[in-house]
């Protein structure tokens, strides 16, 4: 009784200070926040350049990246695989909730094999992808062995090219089983996904299996994709599958996916004691000045999800833990207009801001000491066309991996990059929205992959581990 007192005030202390947070946030939007400049490393500006002048006066010589840096491409499972008919997300689109469906996506379920090869031709040495919980765990219990075997080969097909393995266990879809409250769920709410009670304990199910079955294997993992993200749209804004409007949706959901990370940190270090082990947050940031800033100061929630990830205790009065070995981020843009918030709807109106990728960077090292992985960067155009403002794939690579360099010439370990994404893919709605280093064919059908300029770019850099005078001179400060 005590306790269920005690949980109940602890939840809603926690809610109201959420939302007292936000109301405070939104008022006070427009009041530039003050940024500790001196408790954190010194801010390197970029070298002064005077117009006409040649790179080659600043820089004689190529940027290096650190031996060893991993040149990534991404993808996940249901945006790509294609004939996914078991998760939450085929029965979201399935059910009238999306302009498209994914349908046969790109086929990557069974064209995996050339994929990888085109993914080791942009000079990639490092592969992030996702096993889809649903694929291997069509009902509740019943594993499908044939699915895991061939997410095997693909790992294995992944080491034979040359690329290193990032794989994420659990990117936005879930099995749609997970939706029906009817497993064990107990009390007042009809609780679905992430929602659900038992949600962490099924899910840990399902990584001891995978865990088991890629042993020795994988390296890097990713728990869980952007935590920071879906319980929002899925719980609170009903966007995303279940659809849920609901406050009490929303916490749980959190805290359900901070336990599943736990779980499936102890569950994979259990099985290989040095794997290194992640969840990767999504930077929703604005600009003020020179630096970026949280959106709603006060309020981050990726911000408050790794603190608490790295102090993690097991029960109250345990010493803290560290469930994260690195860390991992994603980073797109950064707002700097309440205009811009809006206009991001559309994907190729983000606004490009190349310094939020030094700044989160450098950010996230001071405040965490670990490692660094970009697990998330890359431009959305239409059509595959340059965007309206000019900016191109290629000059957005180069501007970013520069501003990446800068960080690693400032003292942050950052262990790799990748770019999302490999190719075009369905992005969680449409298909308009086009990010591939690869253009994918869908207007006849034929799904052929072509490569776009950027492909040339990415190998240019990844093949010689540098950013290359020729690549800065023609696109750095430029955006095509
Ligand atoms: C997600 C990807 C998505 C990308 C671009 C990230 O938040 O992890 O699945 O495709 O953003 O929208």
Redesign the pocket.
């Known amino acids: 009784m005590l306790e269920t007192m005690v949980s109940t005030r602890l939840f809603f202390e926690r809610f109201f200070a959420h939302l007292a947070a936000q109301v405070l946030a939104l008022s006070l939007f427009w009041i530039p926040m003050a940024h500790h400049a001196s408790t954190r490393l010194e801010l390197r500006p970029r070298p002064a350049r005077h117009p006409g002048e040649p790179i080659e006066s600043i820089y004689p010589e190529s940027l290096d990246f650190p031996t060893g840096f991993m040149w990534g491409v991404a993808v996940?499972g249901h945006?790509v695989e294609g004939d996914d008919t078991t998760s939450s997300w085929a029965r979201w689109e399935a059910t009238g909730h999306t302009q498209q469906v994914a349908g046969v996506a790109i086929d990557d379920w069974d064209l995996y094999a050339d994929d990888m090869r085109l993914a080791a031709e942009t000079g990639a040495t490092a592969y992030r992808m996702s096993i889809e919980w649903s694929r291997v765990e069509p009902r509740r219990g019943v594993f499908d062995q044939a699915a895991l075997a061939r997410y095997v080969n693909m790992i294995d097909m992944c080491r034979s090219l040359g690329m290193e393995p990032i794989v994420t266990l659990y990117?936005?879809a879930y099995p749609a089983w997970l939706d029906t409250p009817t497993h064990g769920v107990t009390g007042p709410l009809q609780a679905r996904g992430w929602a659900r009670k038992d949600a962490v304990a099924e899910y840990s199910r399902f990584v001891k299996v995978v865990a088991k079955a890629l042993k020795g294997k994988v390296h890097y993992w990713i728990t869980v994709?952007?935590p920071n993200?879906e319980p929002a749209l899925g719980y609170l804004l009903g966007i995303f599958p279940p659809g849920e409007l609901s406050p009490i949706a929303y916490e749980a959901a959190i805290g359900h996916l901070e336990e599943a990370h736990v779980a499936a940190y102890d569950i994979l270090h259990a099985e290989d004691p040095g794997c290194a082990v992640s969840t990767n947050m999504?930077r929703m940031v604005r600009r003020s000045g020179m630096r970026t800033t949280t959106l709603l100061p006060g309020l981050d929630p990726a911000q408050s999800m790794l603190d608490k990830l790295t102090h993690w205790r097991d029960h109250p009065g345990d010493p803290p833990r560290s469930t994260l070995d690195y860390i991992a981020f994603?980073y797109?843009y950064a707002f700097a207009t309440l205009p811009e918030i809006f206009q991001a709807r559309t994907?190729w109106k983000w606004p490009i801001y190349p310094e939020g990728l030094y700044d989160a960077a450098e950010y996230y090292y001071h405040r965490y000491h670990l490692p660094e992985l970009v697990a998330?960067n890359?431009m959305?155009t239409h059509n595959d066309m340059p965007r309206k403002d000019g900016w191109t794939r290629s000059a957005f690579l180069v501007n970013h991996l520069y501003e990446l360099h800068r960080a690693i010439a400032n003292g942050v370990p950052v262990i790799g990059y990748c770019y999302?994404?490999l190719m075009d893919?369905y992005?969680?709605g449409s298909y308009a929205?086009t990010?591939g280093l690869y253009e994918v064919d869908r207007a006849n059908g034929s799904l052929a992959r072509i490569p776009t300029p950027a492909v040339a770019v990415y190998r240019e850099i990844a093949t010689s581990d540098s950013l290359p005078i020729s690549l800065l001179s023609r696109y750095l400060g430029r955006k095509s």
């Open positions: 996940a945006q990117h936005f994709n952007e993200v999504f994603d797109y994907y998330e890359g959305a999302w994404s893919n992005e969680w929205p990010f």
